[in-house]
């Protein structure tokens, strides 16, 4: 029978880290210019960051999953941090969350399909609390669910679609088409963020409307940012859009938020009420799409199509010019720092995911690129921890935690 093992430490030479993981961080030729902005402070960052093959290392520490049997997973959404050690992992296809510990044994498991107690009409992204306390995002529909520290159900909370499509100033006269879809990320503390996404077919075209809203125990909810982008030309049955920039964010400790759109190196800073605080730039060499990166994301994505009717919007599709600016954002409260997923020309591409990710101070300055190892998509980083899921060359889904170790 298949069991899931723990890895015994090793340097990972591929992937190297640029940060300092203690209390003072160093920088080779950090040029930081700031400019205040009626009252918004614009930060451009051009240093080189700490030589990343010199004095940091990661080491595989765990890992769990197998290609069949107990240790199995469907589909891995999320893989986050356990406040004893080890780590949560949240499988879609099972609707099942499940708890390891340090040694990659299992030692809790809940949830079902279903819509009773204890089970998940869908399920997306899981934060642990202070109090030991669980919350589990649903994604479609849009529903918060809560558990004690052992797995038994404390109620769910529906939120209700005039939160966000207020939030998203959908217009009234063009109601969305289609469900809402959400996806939710938590702060340490337990503050709970969701982006939700509704399409919007009112104008011809069809838009993508977003709202970023946080959501707080006896609050009223708050908007923070709001924001739409094409999906469609010429309405349901005209040209699919792909490889647009699309919008990333993390959540802050204060109750805002990173912010970017992709299109440009540029992450803005929000505070809790929702109000833009700061700009964070770094300059940029946009990718050019080729046709055979083109040919590779269609071919991706066809190999998952469902239907002809999928395939054919598939071989119309309209691809931009050049890959997005900036793919994803990940942020780490234990030590201020920043993670921007970019796609470096210099490594493999990965489709619409990022290749590597660049290390920001809290205060702007710029630490260093990270390249991401083959197979790998993080999803969580914690101090000197990162959680993520990685797949062998046989699609087998793994749960991941590298150590970020300084190298002596």
């Not at 591929?14 to 920088?27: D, K, M, N, V």
């Not at 406040?83 to 949830?111: H, K, N, P, S, Y």
């Not at 940012?225 to 990333?248: C, D, F, H, K, Y």
């Not at 809290?362 to 990270?370: A, F, I, K, P, V």
């Amino acid at each position: 029978m298949p069991k899931p093992h723990l890895v015994t430490p090793y340097s990972f030479v591929a992937f190297t880290i640029a940060l300092l993981a203690g209390c003072r961080e160093q920088t080779a030729t950090s040029e930081l210019t700031a400019i205040d902005s009626a009252g918004i402070q614009i930060l451009t960052s051009r240093g080189s960051g700490l030589d990343i093959h010199a004095g940091w290392r990661l080491e595989l520490d765990l890992e769990v999953g197998a290609a069949d049997g107990p240790f199995a997973f469907g589909r891995i959404l999320d893989v986050a941090p356990r406040g004893a050690g080890g780590m949560w992992i949240v499988d879609g296809q099972a609707r099942r969350v499940r708890g390891f510990d340090e040694q990659g044994r299992e030692t809790l498991a809940f949830g079902r399909p279903g819509n009773g107690p204890g089970e998940f009409r869908s399920i997306g992204r899981i934060a642990e609390r202070p109090d030991g306390s669980l919350r589990i995002g649903g994604r479609m529909p849009v529903e918060l669910y809560a558990f004690d520290a052992s797995g038994q159900p404390l109620g769910t909370t529906s939120v209700s679609p005039d939160v966000y499509r207020e939030a998203a100033r959908t217009d009234s006269d063009g109601p969305p088409m289609g469900p809402t879809l959400a996806e939710w990320q938590f702060t340490g503390a337990g503050m709970a963020f969701v982006q939700t996404t509704t399409l919007d077919a009112s104008a011809g075209d069809v838009a993508r409307r977003d709202a970023l809203v946080r959501l707080e125990d006896g609050s009223a909810p708050t908007r923070l940012a709001a924001w739409e982008a094409p999906a469609m030309r010429g309405g349901v049955t005209g040209e699919l859009l792909l490889l647009q920039p699309a919008a990333s964010w993390s959540p802050l400790p204060d109750g805002g938020a990173w912010l970017t759109f992709g299109e440009r190196y540029e992450i803005r800073r929000f505070d809790a009420r929702g109000e833009l605080r700061s700009i964070l730039r770094r300059p940029e060499a946009r990718l050019a799409l080729t046709p055979e990166v083109e040919e590779r994301f269609r071919s991706g994505l066809a190999a998952e199509a469902e239907n002809p009717a999928m395939l054919a919007m598939l071989e119309n599709a309209v691809f931009p010019d050049s890959l997005p600016a900036v793919a994803a954002l990940l942020a780490s409260e234990e030590n201020s720092r920043l993670w921007v997923g970019v796609m470096d020309p210099s490594r493999p591409l990965r489709l619409d995911e990022p290749n590597a990710l660049d290390g920001f101070a809290s205060d702007g300055r710029y630490l260093g690129r990270l390249p991401i190892p083959p197979g790998f998509r993080p999803t969580r980083i914690s101090a000197d921890r990162m959680y993520g899921v990685w797949q062998d060359g046989l699609d087998v889904s793994y749960a991941r935690r590298y150590r970020i170790i300084r190298k002596e």
